[in-house]
T-cell receptor
Framework: SQKIEQNSEALNIQEGKTATLTCNYT??????LQWYRQDPGRGPVFLLL?????KEKRKERLKVTFDTTLKQSLFHITASQPADSATYLC????????????FGKGNQVVVIP | DTEVTQTPKHLVMGMTNKKSLKCEQH?????MYWYKQKAKKPPELMFV???????INESVPSRFSPECPNSSLLNLHLHALQPEDSALYLC?????????????FGSGTRLTVV
């Protein structure tokens, strides 16, 4: 069956360090992978999209990598700040090019001042 | 306007009530979505509208009835819900098949069925 896996344990990290989150998937062949941030009681906020033919994408302090051989994406927050504390969700299009985005459970990040 | 607006923010309804959730966007997005999210779980896709036509129904029970009156509005009509339907209901929109901007989500409606 299809699965999107993110670490269920919260990541506690010191301010200024780099937080790295992992998203693994099985039995998918996504055209692209997206990362979202979600704060408690709010809707997800889009952060970055990376396509299957891209290895790496950056936006300000965020960096995403995509390895379709390993079926894995890494999400990095450099120089982390307390305001980065949130849950981060990865999402894949379930069927190539279709409007059917499936989400992983999310990984909570807590940045300690 | 770069927002998706959902109303109401909170809703408490009895199992025999009929209510509607509303969603509005003015970004010219032609794909709109309803997701359901339970606590500590990922959002789960319920319905997709593409160019105001229902394109995906993820085997959602008929007590949930979506409607897309025009390209800016999306409704979710609720009838005879069960307590297990209590959740955060999220509306989202996107450029149909042009996904660089990702999905734009509303803040959700927190629904409690009593």
């Amino acid at each position: 069956s299809q699965k999107i896996e993110q670490n269920s344990e919260a990541l506690n990290i010191q301010e200024g360090k780099t937080a790295t989150l992992t998203c693994n998937y099985t039995n998918y062949s996504p055209a692209y992978l997206q990362w979202y941030r979600q704060d408690p009681g709010r809707g997800p906020v889009f952060l970055l999209l990376i396509r299957e033919n891209e290895k790496e994408k950056r936006k300000e302090r965020l960096k995403v990598t995509f390895d379709t051989t390993l079926k894995q994406s890494l999400f990095h927050i450099t120089a982390s700040q307390p305001a980065d504390s949130a849950t981060y969700l990865c999402a894949l299009d379930v069927f190539y090019g279709n409007n059917r985005l499936a989400f992983g459970k999310g990984n909570q990040v807590v940045v300690i001042p | 306007d770069t927002e998706v607006t959902q109303t109401p923010k909170h809703l408490v309804m009895g199992m025999t009530n009929k209510k509607s959730l509303k969603c509005e966007q003015h970004m010219g997005h032609r794909a709109m979505y309803w997701y359901k999210q339970k606590a500590k779980k990922p959002p789960e896709l319920m319905f997709v509208y593409s160019y105001e036509k229902l394109s995906i129904n993820e085997s959602v029970p008929s007590r949930f009835s979506p409607e897309c009156p025009n390209s800016s509005l999306l409704n979710l009509h609720l009838h005879a819900l069960q307590p297990e339907d209590s959740a955060l209901y999220l509306c989202a929109s996107s450029q149909d098949r042009q996904v660089e901007g990702g999905y734009t989500f509303g803040s959700g409606t927190r629904l409690t069925v009593v």
